[in-house]
């Protein structure tokens, strides 16, 4: 009996003994071993330490890059020929925009590798491939053009890697979804909100990138004729931009609902301007006019990406409270800090 009592008392004192966390590997004096971090913290999320960057994705970069700095060299050329000989020619307006879209190409490329974003790099492969078919259209056109001789032969050859090389990041990406693992666990539920708030994002930067490129094609169509309702437009277009993108981006990282209502009615305007655009070309437009026929062309776009990225928002604000900046951002509130508690906590085993 005496021995039974004793027994239980030190079965009952291993019980409400706490239990003590498992030796690490680098808790080991001497051994001076420390995992390899492979993640670092930063304002935009977690991005992915230079050593992770693969082979392949190396390969991608050099290519991408050198085909990208070399677009950019030869239309920087074409734009200073054209000012020299106060050219205003669509060629001058299309140079510009080519400039635009590429320095956005060269950011695609490195924020793609470096966050394992799948949909900038599809952006990326998407931007190629329309500078691919300007760049022979350009070429068909003037062939006796050193400058576009040249552009057309290396975007030939360099291209078709790029899109090939970046479809097949794009799809690893995609798919395998490392860098959301490792940013908010294995929760299949966290993965989603955090793929779907990443998607919002690239949106942002290609609403960007759109709404800059219908700055200048709106200007070079209006250089002649150009309205008071125009000037002042397209004077804040650009800065209204830069402000609505960031109030997007807050909007998500803070989880505040009050920026998100800021943030819709503000949407309202480009889609505004954009319509009225579109309808005021398309009445005057000549099949011929290369300028009114882009500027059609990316409204439609923008307008349509537009709407994509407000109901992306939407969704994206449901998903508000579920603990994803936390894990995102490294943030704590009342709400969201108590969920990932509770996603620590073990659930009492059965009697």
């Given at each position: 009996m005496f021995s039974y009592q004793m027994d239980s008392v030190k079965a009952d004192e291993t019980v409400d003994r706490p239990a003590t966390p498992p030796i690490r590997f680098e808790d080991i004096p001497g051994l001076n071993i420390r995992p390899e971090q492979?993640?670092?913290?930063?304002?935009?999320?977690?991005?992915?330490?230079?050593?992770?960057?693969?082979?392949?994705?190396?390969?991608?970069?050099?290519?991408?890059?050198?085909?990208?700095?070399?677009?950019?060299?030869?239309?920087?050329?074409?734009?200073?020929?054209?000012?020299?000989?106060?050219?205003t020619s669509s060629d001058l307006i299309f140079a510009i925009v080519l400039l635009i879209n590429a320095l956005f190409c060269l950011y695609y490329i490195c924020d793609g590798v470096l966050f394992e974003s799948a949909y900038e790099i599809v952006v990326f492969v998407g931007a190629t491939t329309i500078l691919l078919i300007y760049c022979i259209i350009s070429f068909s056109q003037d062939k006796d053009d050193v400058i576009k001789t040249v552009r057309f032969y290396m975007i030939i050859v360099l291209g078709p890697f790029c899109v090939v090389l970046g479809s097949l990041l794009a799809k690893s990406y995609y798919e395998s979804k490392n860098i959301i693992f490792r940013t908010v666990g294995a929760s299949v539920e966290l993965q989603d909100m955090c793929g779907l708030m990443l998607f919002f994002q690239t949106l942002l930067k290609f609403d960007l990138q759109l709404e800059v490129s219908m700055v200048v094609f709106v200007l070079s169509d209006s250089m002649d004729n150009i309205g008071t309702t125009d000037i002042i437009v397209l004077s804040v277009g650009v800065v209204y931009s830069l402000v609505?993108?960031?109030?997007?981006?807050?909007?998500?990282?803070?989880?505040?609902?009050?920026?998100?209502?800021?943030?819709?009615?503000?949407?309202?305007?480009?889609?505004?301007?954009?319509?009225?655009?579109?309808?005021?070309?398309?009445?005057?437009?000549?099949?011929?006019?290369?300028?009114?026929?882009?500027?059609?062309?990316?409204?439609?776009?923008?307008?349509?990406?537009?709407?994509?990225?407000?109901?992306?928002?939407?969704?994206?604000?449901?998903?508000?409270?579920?603990?994803?900046?936390?894990?995102?951002?490294?943030?704590?509130?009342?709400?969201?800090?108590?969920?990932?508690?509770?996603e620590s906590q073990v659930p009492p085993q059965g009697v």
């Open positions: 492979t993640t670092v913290d930063t304002v935009l999320g977690k991005r992915r330490t230079i050593k992770t960057i693969t082979t392949i994705e190396i390969a991608f970069i050099v290519i991408a890059v050198i085909g990208i700095l070399s677009t950019i060299g030869l239309t920087i050329t074409v734009i200073v020929n054209e000012v020299k000989d106060a050219n609505w993108v960031a109030l997007g981006f807050f909007s998500v990282r803070y989880e505040s609902k009050k920026l998100v209502i800021l943030f819709f009615l503000t949407s309202i305007a480009e889609p505004a301007y954009i319509i009225y655009k579109v309808i005021d070309v398309w009445v005057i437009a000549d099949e011929e006019d290369l300028i009114k026929s882009a500027i059609i062309t990316c409204g439609i776009i923008g307008l349509i990406i537009r709407i994509v990225v407000c109901i992306t928002m939407y969704f994206v604000t449901k998903n508000f409270g579920n603990g994803l900046k936390e894990k995102v951002y490294g943030q704590s509130s009342g709400d969201t800090a108590a969920v990932i508690g509770n």
